[in-house]
Nanobody, 124 residues
Framework: VQLQASGGGLVQVGDSLRLSCVAE???????MGWFRQAPGQQREFVAA????????YYTDSVKGRFTISRDNAMKTVHLQMNNLKPEDTAVYYC???????????????????WGQGTLVTVSS
C-alpha cells in the first residue's frame, strides 16, 4: 500500500487549501487520518474518517474549518482546509489504519501506512 499526499502550498491567513491522499493498491477501504507536524513539535492528530465515510473526527482546533471526506471508488481522501491560520503551518501526513477503531483514531502509532507528507505554510 502506498499513500500519495498532495495539495500543500504557501497561502495567506484566511485562505483555503485542499489536501488529497491517494491510497494506491489498497484492496479494501481503511480508516484514514490526517496528522501534522510543525518544526520542533510532535506529530499531532488533525482529522480522521471511518472506512465508510459515515463518521468523521477532528481535533478541536480545526473543527468548523477543516473537513475530511473520502471517495472509496477513487481510493482518495481529502482534507478541505478553510480559514487557515499561521498555527496550521506544518507538514501534513495522511495515514491508513485497516483496523480503524473509534477508540484509537487519534493515536498515530495505530496507523500502518503513511504518505510522504505535504507542506502547508500559512503566512500572515
Amino acid at each position: 500500500v502506498q499513500l500519495q499526499a498532495s495539495g500543500g502550498g504557501l497561502v495567506q491567513v484566511g485562505d483555503s487549501l485542499r489536501l488529497s491522499c491517494v491510497a494506491e493498491r489498497m484492496l479494501r477501504p481503511a480508516g484514514m487520518g490526517w496528522f501534522r507536524q510543525a518544526p520542533g513539535q510532535q506529530r499531532e492528530f488533525v482529522a480522521a474518517i471511518s472506512r465508510s465515510g459515515d463518521n468523521t473526527y477532528y481535533t478541536d482546533s480545526v473543527k468548523g474549518r477543516f473537513t475530511i471526506s473520502r471517495d472509496n471508488a477513487m481510493k482518495t481522501v481529502h482534507l478541505q482546509m478553510n480559514n487557515l491560520k499561521p498555527e496550521d503551518t506544518a507538514v501534513y501526513y495522511c495515514a491508513a489504519d485497516p483496523a480503524f477503531s473509534v477508540a484509537y483514531y487519534r493515536d498515530y502509532r495505530r496507523y500502518n501506512y503513511w504518505g510522504q507528507g505535504t507542506l502547508v505554510t500559512v503566512s500572515s
